[in-house]
């Protein structure tokens, strides 16, 4: 793409991000790359809302804008750290959608294999350490998650989204705010129901042949993904229903505890 038809491409896509509430006022940032050795960054001080081609900034790749080109976003070195670490990255999207922002305020990753189309698409939506925005600390909170993961929120900040292009950044900011909204829909209605391990396993698989990085190596979260234990609806008693595709030894697991909870019937549950 052209430099013009880029310029257009972050004016449209943060005109999206700001209809559908992903932005506020002058939150949030968005960039791509030019080519090998330039950015394309969202001004300071802007409404991602309103902006225009010639608003766009050009940078190098330290950040510093071209000559003749406005003030760029005070939280470009988040933006610097992830092109440094992901050579595949040609997009990125940060913004405070307002769940899966509620879920980084309450110290929630989004990791729990629930849907599908969530672990084919994004594998595990990690949840990176706090770090006051502009300054060093964010970009370091960060650096450990951004190597395997395309979307991650921000502890009591936002979340990030990373692409291959402006668009598969953006469409990744819409389905991490998705899956909050569906994921803060479940706990409302009594918690979330995983899909069973060896079924996580084979959506992995298919993640694979997509050509998308496998469960991290390393990453607690993404094993945890990979190595979840069978779980079924919780019942009344607070102990989980047995799945239809149970193990014998899944079974016997089940039996004990239900025996445990019938000798001491609040045994588990108690609130600390
Ligand atoms: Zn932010």
Redesign the pocket.
Known sequence: MSERELREALVEIGRRCYQRGYLSAY???LSVRLNSEQLLVTPSGACKGLLQPQDIVRTDLQGHPAAGQGRVSS?IKMHLVIYQSRPDVAAVV???PPTATGFAVAGIALDRPALAEVIVSLGCIPLAGYGT?STDELPEAMRPWIVGHDALL?AN??AVALGRDLFEAYFRMETIEHFARISLTATLLGGARDIPSHKVAELLRIRERLGLPPATPGCPRCEALASAPPAGARNRCGLEAPAADWSEDDLVEWIARVLEHLADPHAGRRVE
């Open positions: 939150d949030g940032n939280e940060h913004g405070h925005p921000m900040h936002g």
